[in-house]
């Protein structure tokens, strides 16, 4: 029980060190400049996720095509 005690509390401590977007860093921010860095975030994560999509689309669809040409169906 101590062992999980401990690593609990160590964890605790590196989410404490880590950087939370959601939470704004300045006070005195207001509206949008509030959560920029979730903002910012969010969208490279989207573009991201939209550009492996295609990438991931792109070689199915020449996979396919191969595979349509051996078997000949």
């Not at 996720?49 to 669809?61: E, I, T």
Request: hydrophobic share 50%.
């Amino acid at each position: 029980m101590k062992k999980a005690y401990g690593y609990m509390r160590e964890v605790k401590g590196e989410l404490k060190k880590a950087s939370w977007p959601w939470i704004p860093k300045g006070k005195g921010e207001k509206g949008f400049k509030r959560f920029k860095e979730l903002t910012d975030s969010t969208i490279v994560v989207f573009i991201a996720m939209m550009l492996l999509g295609a990438f991931v689309s792109l070689w199915d669809l020449i996979l396919f095509e191969i595979i349509k040409m051996v078997t000949g169906i």
